[in-house]
């Protein structure tokens, strides 16, 4: 049986990876032509983003206006990292705004504007009205609600049906509570079909910036926006379908295990996991999480129903307790090992655990999790020892204090899921971008090893500015350090000695300084890349 079950979970994940798409990191805006707040003789012919990974544009994300606030004509597209808006050959003078919005590949929105002046700036500019959504926090919370209960459905629904092939078999179960485990686990199968096909719509209007009234709206099941959502539907509806129609039967089949598996893999073809290298062992990592979860939480529900009818059977109850105790602590250790993994390499640094909602949410449910490890051990080491020994009175007590204490797991379990949908619809490190230049800002950059490091300052006047310093890959992506960077700046005359930076994103830091005199000032910039690896180089700003 043991052979069986691990078979069906090869073989579901064979099917579910081989289906696995590569992406890469969340994306963000690198460059524009022109530039933000570019004053050009002639009017462009096209406006250019380029972003940090490949982009797709949904629907009408990128509008145009002039100094009005009128809509200016616009024929976008995107290829690849690079979204091009052609704009028309009579373009008069004065300032203009394209508000954009892109999909990232890991399925979330990014947004902003940018600013351009042909000739000269417009002496008023009139704020454009329908500009494309920044950001739905209406649409974000419907859809963290949406993907918690799909996971609590989805991962009951596989669970029960390891727990009805595997943990009770051989147990001689009443037909009343038989009937009761195939009604719930084929009610969590519905439930989870159901709302995973809400949630295509759901995923559908939050990547348009539709709002609520884009649920309603075709174009919020375009196949080519919610193709990976509808991927996972499928697979849910024919895995649940094999598994449902499977635990009907006498005896267990290896149809319905790997309709279980492929059913509870599903939701690791999408989000964050994918959006990483080394791409592969991600997914098999988020698959084995998520199949750990499935299992206890699944066991978890089926105790909680068989225990009761197996009173007076203490030999019964004990062998279905030992069997659900022992696959529990394995997986405890797989959850443990699976979360470790997929936090650590998804943040990308112990701080985005404090200083990203991701990163907080992660930690609550990592507490919760210890608190689901702690009562499993009481009830393996405390409660369970009791149910096999000592008079049929005190054997039956005993039966009914598991049954509580694994009602409490359950619930713990149910409070884990819930945190984990919201967990998904966070981007996992904070947002970050290109450094913002000020349009007559010049940006100092140096190149050392395999990372480059640039410093800016912004226009405010007086002497008091703030330096932005960013650390980024060859690649113009943002870096992230084993330590904040050590910043110091001199001039010919005055040195500064070493200023105080603080992180406002990944690999990105703003330090406030003083300035004494203007002219030329170097920034040392020393780079704590990893313990024994410390390059420092020196930029050069002006200070008018």
Not at 352 to 363: D, F, P, S
Not at 366 to 376: D, E, M, S, T, Y
Request: net charge negative; aromatic share 4%.
């Amino acid at each position: 049986m043991i052979g069986r079950v691990l078979a069906a979970a090869l073989l579901a994940g064979l099917l579910v990876g081989s289906a696995a798409a590569p992406a890469s990191a969340h994306a963000s805006l690198v460059s524009t032509d022109p530039a933000e707040g570019a004053v050009v003789a002639e009017a462009p012919g096209a406006v250019t983003f380029t972003f940090s990974e490949p982009v797709s544009l949904a629907g009408d994300s990128l509008q145009a206006y002039d100094a009005a606030g009128e809509p200016v004509d616009v024929d976008a597209s995107a290829r690849g990292e690079v979204v091009t808006a052609d704009l028309p050959d009579d373009l008069a003078d004065g300032t203009y705004v394209v508000a954009w919005r892109v999909v990232s590949s890991d399925g979330h929105p990014v947004a902003g504007s940018l600013t351009f002046h042909v000739g000269a700036p417009s002496e008023t500019v009139v704020p454009p009205r329908d500009v494309p959504a920044t950001d739905d926090t209406s649409m974000r919370a419907v859809a963290s609600v949406v993907q918690a209960l799909s996971y609590v459905a989805l991962l009951l629904a596989g669970g029960l049906t390891i727990f009805l092939s595997w943990t009770s078999r051989g147990i001689r179960l009443h037909d009343g509570v038989r009937r009761r485990l195939l009604l719930l686990q084929r009610g969590s199968a519905l439930t989870a079909v159901l709302v995973t096909a809400v949630a295509v719509v759901v995923s559908g209007a939050y990547q348009r910036g539709a709002g609520i009234d884009g649920l309603f709206e075709a174009a919020s099941i375009d196949p080519e926006l919610v193709g990976d959502d509808l991927t996972v539907l499928t697979l849910q509806v024919i895995g649940l379908g094999l598994a449902v129609l499977m635990a009907g039967r006498t005896t267990p089949s290896l149809a319905g295990d790997v309709g279980a598996g492929l059913a509870v893999w599903s939701p690791a073809l999408v989000g964050h996991t994918r959006s990483y290298e080394p791409v592969s062992l991600l997914v098999l990592t988020d698959a084995l999480h998520l199949s750990a979860g499935a299992v206890w939480l699944g066991g978890l529900v089926g105790l909680a129903v068989v225990l009761p009818s197996l009173a007076g059977r203490e030999r019964d109850g004990a062998l279905v307790l030992s069997r659900f105790s022992t696959v529990a602590a394995v997986l405890l250790g797989v959850l443990a090992g699976a979360g470790v993994l997929l936090g650590w390499r998804i943040l990308g640094s112990w701080s985005g655990l404090w200083e990203t909602t991701y990163g907080r949410l992660l930690l609550v449910k990592v507490a919760i999790a210890l608190v689901v490890g702690a009562v499993a051990a009481f009830n393996r080491y405390r409660v369970l020892p009791r149910v096999g020994a000592g008079p049929h009175e005190a054997r039956r007590r005993a039966t009914y204090a598991v049954r509580r204490v694994v009602v409490l797991e359950a619930a713990l379990l149910v409070a884990l899921l819930g945190v984990t949908g919201f967990l998904v619809e966070q981007p996992p490190r904070a947002e970050s971008a290109a450094v913002p230049v000020a349009p007559t800002s010049e940006v100092a950059r140096a190149v050392v090893g395999e990372l480059q490091v640039l410093a800016v300052l912004d226009e405010e006047p007086g002497r008091q500015r703030q330096l932005l310093v960013q650390v980024q890959d060859l690649a113009g992506e943002p870096v992230d350090l084993a330590e904040r960077p050590t910043v110091s700046l001199r001039s010919a005359d005055v040195d500064l000695g070493t200023v105080p930076v603080t992180p406002t994103g990944a690999g990105t830091f703003q330090a406030t300084v003083t300035f004494p005199e203007p002219g030329e000032w170097e920034v040392q910039v020393s780079l704590r890349v990893d313990e024994f690896d410390n390059p420092v180089t020196t930029l050069t700003v002006d200070v008018p």
